[in-house]
Structures are given as C-alpha cells and as structure tokens.
C-alpha cells in the first residue's frame, strides 16, 4: 500500500537525472527540511571569507595563499626584469656600436637619413664596412669576435641584386627592362691576405650598374659575449648576431638609402668557468622558482575545486528551483555560481607555472627565450594583483569600482563597436589620402596611433605643422579631416563615454544607498535569517552529503 504522505512520480528518458531524484519518494516534511538546507548552502557559498570562518571555522586558504603569491610573483618579475633589462641594454648597446663600426660618418639618431646620392659614396660605403670588418679584432672595443664553423671562420657575404636586362634612356623617355631580379654574391674571407692593408674595387673586382641596381647586401656573423651579468651574481649568455647593410635602391630615385639590421640569437655557452659563488646564487634562484611553481600549483588546485563546487551547486539549484517553484532559473542568477574571480586566478596560476619553468631553463642555460618569458611573468603578475580586488570587493566602501565596471561593461562594449566603425573609417581615409604626405600617416598603424593620440589631446599642433603643402588639395582636405576627427570625437563620442559611465556610477551610488535590486536567487536565500556565528552552519557540515544523495536515500528506506 502506498504511503499517503509520499508523492510518487515518474521519470521519462528525458528528465534530467537529478530532477528525477526529487520525483521519487518525497514528503512535504522532507521537501521543506530540504529546501532549509540548500538555501544556508547557498548563504555559505556565498559568503566572504571571514563569514565561511566564523559559520564552519573554515581558514581562508586561499587569501593566504593568494596574499603569498602577490609577495612571491612579484619578487621573481623584479629579479627577472633587473635581468631582462640587462639583455635588452646588451642588444641595443651592440647595435649602436656596429652602426659606428661599419656605417661610414654614422651619427646617432640619423637612421632615416643616413644615405648616399653619388656612386663613389656608394662604393666608398661599401668598402668601409669591409674594411671595418677584416680589421674588428684590432679596432673594436667590444669583445667581438668572427663566426667560426669548425676550425675556419665565416666569410662576408657581398651581394648585389639587379634587373636581369635593362637599356634606360630617361632622356628619350624610352626604356627595355626584364624585371627578373639576379643575385650575384661574391665572398671576403676574414683573414684574406692584403698588401696595402684595405680592400677596393681593384681587389675584389666588384662594379656596379645602378641602371639595373635593385639592392646591394652585406651580410656577416660576429659573435659575442655580455659579461655585465656577473656583477649581478649570473652565468653570461653568448650572443650571435647576424648583420644586414642593405643598401636599398629599389626607388631609382637618385638616393640610396642605407640601414643596418641586427638579428640576434641568444646561445648557451659552450665551455665556462666562473670563480665564486655565482652558481649557488643560480641554485637559490631555482629553489624560489621551484616554491612560487608549488605555491601557484595549490591555489590552481583550490580555486578549480572552488568552480567546480559552484557549478555543482549551480545545477543543484537549478534543478530544485524547477521541480518545486515550476521555473526557470535566469541567466544571470546561473552565472553568479561561476566565480570570475577565481577563473582569472587559475589563469595567472597557469602563466606563472609556465614562466617559471621557462625562467629556471634561462637560469640553467638551456633556452634563451628572454621574451616569451617576460610576457607570461609580467601577465600574471598583472592578474594575481587584479585578483586582490576580489577581497576588496566584500567591503562596501571598496567594491565601487568593480560593480561600476561590472554594470557599465555591457553598455560600453556597445558604444566602443559603433565608435569602433566611424574610428576605421577615419583610419583607412586618412591612410590613403594623407599617407604620402604625412610621416604619421604612412601605414595604419602609425594612423591607428596617431589617431588615438589626438582623442587624448597629444601632439596636435605637430600633427597639423607636419602636413607637407606639395598639394594644395590635400592640404586642404587634411584641415577638414583633422577638425571633423577631432571635433567629432573629443566633443561627441569621448562625452558620450565619460558619460556613460558617469551615469552607470551615479546608479551604482544610488543602489548602495538605497539598495539592490533583488534577483529570484538573492530573495530565495534571504529566506535564510542564520547568521554565521548561529552553530547550524557546523550541523550542515557534518551532513555532507549532497542534496540528491539525501533523497535517494530517504527514498530506499521508505
């Protein structure tokens, strides 16, 4: 006979299976003894630290380790930026020094500039940077050495690019050209035997015919070690760097331009040895390493247990709120169960782990990967301290500014698309017509920049005094361009933004005054009055089963 107190139902194939375990064998005693207990493990889920502790004595973890984590990471990016920024100073010192060494007459800060107009000056060039180069083991101050491969040393690479066929006659307006381009190479070893000590056309029979002259290239390797690390209590990295002297032609314009390109490639040294005790300090540093790795293991560890239980409770009240109020439950109220917060640790966690593996092989001397290394570090360093603001958050009179970012967020993604279509409209214009008479016009991401910087207010009288007057009708549009862009941004849409977020803010001080807007998850655990000192909270904790498990298991002893 069936119990009257017990409602009996049944599940079809497409029932979800934990609503089906409230269709079985519940009563109204059970349901309302239920309903209790999901709303204080709702208030508990969401409840602040200090709360979680005063209800369960639960210790806040993960503050700690968070708090932890802030003091290690940020020690580990000073120590490896203090040594990034000694790589990147050794690289630009280098390259400044070879544009002295094998750029005739070079002068700082003359890279745009710097270029030949007469054919001696191109020849005279050319021969310089080789000269400069059979003689760098006398004349550098550097610890500059050549390239070896096996026991010889890399030659110098000489290369000219040019028209295959080609009869120019400017004069007779009248021209023949084959536009398929030939190289032509020719090689100076490092140790060529030289009489008279320089090297020139009549040694190397080297001519040119700048009718046909597309590019002339120099090409060679030169290697090199920073030894600025040592003061600093680490093992020196050897340097390999690839020097480009392209003498670009390509515009037949009467003016070469001339450049120097630097690629450089950081190895580990084959055979060192270095007295004192730099190598324990590498120890050490390791060590650290290894213990920011386990700290960000643990809290990875811990706030993936955090989601995962709030996506648990998420489906649990879902399914309850279904089978007892007959509901949907919101969008909205599903995603307060997912904790951005920790999402945006886990991902910090992840980049650290990874940057200090990377960072412990640069230290061992097994990668060079400087930069990469950099990124991920500087990356979670940016978002272990942003995640500090979550613990703010629970104060009232700290929070202000995430739920303002919080609120005014949709909106704002909104205005910044449309803005975003008048912004490339003006990027693309101002990249066509402006671009050959505009030095920060010249590609779009200059426009991009220069653009940006106008919203701001930088820089806009050089942006109109460098507009070139070649052509009146440009000039002319670029004076149009410029007050529409600027009127149109600083006076409309950049108004418009500050006050739409002005008036998200005044709504946010207003609800905090006044009080929030309650969603159907917020009244339901308000139903809850126990505070976390009342004692129910432990009761709750020694019954940890989970709601459905309870069920099933009122219903097998009925």
């Not at 400044?96 to 500039?113: N, Q, S």
């Not at 990124?375 to 979670?380: A, D, E, N, Y």
């Not at 360093?381 to 958050?393: E, H, K, N, P, Q």
Request: charged share 20%; hydrophobic share 40%.
């Amino acid at each position: 006979m069936e119990n009257p107190e017990v409602a009996v139902g049944s599940c079809s194939a497409h029932d979800d299976e934990n609503l089906c375990s409230y269709r079985r064998h519940l009563s109204i005693s059970q349901e309302g003894l239920l309903e209790d207990q999901l709303r204080r493990k709702l208030k508990f889920f969401f409840m602040n630290p200090c709360e979680k502790f005063w209800a369960r004595g639960r210790k806040p973890w993960k503050l700690g380790i968070q708090l932890l984590k802030i003091a290690m990471v940020t020690v580990q990016l000073v120590v490896f930026g203090l040594s990034n920024q000694m790589v990147v100073a050794f690289k630009e010192e280098n390259t400044v020094a070879f544009k002295h060494l094998f750029l005739k007459g070079y002068m700082d800060r003359m890279d745009d500039t710097y270029a030949v107009y007469t054919q001696t000056d191109v020849y005279d060039q050319i021969f310089f940077a080789i000269n400069q180069y059979l003689q760098l083991p006398n004349i550098s101050i550097g610890n500059h050495a050549y390239e070896k491969k096996g026991a010889e040393e890399t030659a110098l690479a000489l290369c000219q690019q040019f028209y295959k066929r080609g009869i120019i006659s400017p004069g007779n307006d009248t021209f023949d050209i084959d536009p398929e381009i030939v190289t032509d190479c020719l090689y100076v070893e490092p140790m060529i035997p030289l009489e008279n000590t320089t090297v020139g056309k009549h040694n190397l029979n080297f001519t040119l015919d700048f009718h046909r002259l597309v590019m002339v290239q120099l090409k060679f390797n030169l290697k090199a070690i920073n030894l600025q690390t040592v003061r600093h209590h680490e093992l020196p990295d050897c340097y390999d760097f690839t020097l480009r002297i392209v003498f670009d032609n390509k515009a037949h314009s009467g003016r070469i331009k001339i450049s120097l390109d630097n690629d450089i490639e950081i190895r580990e040294c084959k055979d060192w040895h270095v007295s004192g005790s730099i190598q324990k300090n590498t120890h050490y540093m390791m060590i650290f390493d290894a213990f920011v790795i386990l700290t960000c293991l643990a809290s990875l560890i811990l706030c993936t247990r955090s989601v995962v239980k709030g996506i648990q409770l998420q489906r649990e009240f879902v399914s309850f709120f279904l089978y007892y109020y007959k509901k949907e439950v919101s969008f909205s109220d599903q995603m307060e169960f997912v904790n951005g917060w920790y999402i945006m640790i886990m991902v910090s966690d992840v980049l650290t782990i990874v940057g200090s593996t990377l960072k412990m092989e640069i230290q061992a001397k097994s990668l060079t990967s400087y930069d990469v290394c950099s990124i991920l570090l500087g990356t979670s360093t940016m978002l272990v301290w942003l995640g500090v603001i979550r613990y703010l958050g629970f104060f009232q009179k700290y929070n202000l500014l995430i739920l303002t970012l919080r609120a005014a967020l949709p909106n704002v993604m909104r205005f910044c698309c449309c803005a975003a279509m008048i912004y490339l409209g003006y990027c693309f214009c101002g990249w066509i017509v402006l671009g050959p008479y505009h030095v920060k016009f010249r590609s779009l991401n200059m426009v991009s920049e220069c653009l940006f910087s106008l919203i701001n207010g930088d820089d806009m009288f050089a942006t109109f005094a460098k507009m070139q007057q070649k052509s009146y009708l440009v000039w002319l549009f670029s004076r149009i361009y410029l007050y529409s862009f600027i009127s149109l941004f600083i006076y409309m849409v950049l108004s418009l933004f500050i006050a739409l977020i002005t008036d998200t803010y005044e709504t946010v001080k207003h609800y905090q005054q006044d009080g929030f807007p309650e969603t159907e998850l917020q009244r339901f655990i308000s139903q809850c009055k126990d505070l976390p000192n009342s004692g129910r909270y432990r009761l709750e904790e020694e019954s940890s089963a989970s709601l459905f498990c309870c069920c099933n298991g009122c219903s097998e002893h009925m």
